[in-house]
């Protein structure tokens, strides 16, 4: 009696062990169903994440192209500012030699 027990004792294992081990398998399968939908999720997210960047850097290349605009026109005013000065000099230099002339006549 005792080794039919014996032989039967693996059959009653793996009936206990059986369903519990198929209701493993379908977690695992759940959980890999889950782990693709995350992953395709972020596939998106890294591709909307791509389209961002490439938009800042299309905007850091115009903000940068408006920073030498506004540094040409420094240097332009900063031009302007010399020419203004010179010219005033000249003037200046003129009032002079003609109040010199005058003051020889």
Known sequence: MKQEIAEKVPGYIKNLLLPELKDLKSGQSDLNTKLDAIRIEFQGLKSEFQGLKSEFQGLSHKVDGIDAKLDGLNHKDEAIKIYAEATKMLIEEIR??????????
């Open 96 to 105: 002079d030699q003609r109040k010199s002339k005058k003051s020889n006549d």
